[in-house]
């Protein structure tokens, strides 16, 4: 597609030189890429310019979250009083965006409701 435009008494045709991606791109191993751009026109004595560009690499929730160990065997006294901690679990997500926040929840092992979990970090 060309496109064109005039300023006062200059014409000028802007000629699209797309960039764009040939591999799946992942933030989590580069977030960022520096190009150079350079064009040159089809004069008989080619001018050249050329130009920067700075291409930024938003996440997207990619990853799952993880715990520090892959299971956990806490132990609690049988007298435990309601509302006794049992185990603070700890998770991270390698994702960036504002979506990363872990919610938890019991997802089987407790169909009488003796335990309970604070479902946002």
Same mark, same amino acid.
């Given at each position: ?17 797309? &960039? %764009? ?6 933030? $989590?191993?580069?977030?960022? %890429? ?19 560009? %700075? &291409? $930024? ?11 520090? *160990?892959?299971?956990? %065997?806490?132990?609690?006294? $049988? ?8 185990? *603070?679990? $700890?998770?991270? @997500?390698? @994702? ?13 092992? @407790?169909? *009488?409701? /003796? /335990?309970? &979990?604070?479902?946002?970090?």
């Amino acid at each position: 597609m060309t496109t064109s435009f005039s300023i006062c008494l200059i014409s000028c045709i802007l000629i699209p030189g797309n &960039i %764009y991606t040939s591999e799946v791109l992942d933030r $989590e191993t580069s977030n960022r %890429y520096w190009l150079t751009v350079h064009a040159v026109d089809r004069g008989a004595v080619p001018l050249s310019g050329r130009l920067d560009v %700075y &291409i $930024e690499v938003l996440d997207d929730n990619d990853n799952v979250p993880l715990t520090i *160990q892959p299971a956990y %065997y806490p132990s609690i006294p $049988e007298n435990a009083p309601p509302g006794t901690i049992v185990l *603070q679990l $700890e998770a991270f @997500d390698w @994702d960036l965006n504002d979506d990363n926040k872990i919610r938890y929840s019991i997802a089987s092992g @407790d169909p *009488q409701g /003796f /335990f309970s &979990i604070d479902n946002v970090t």
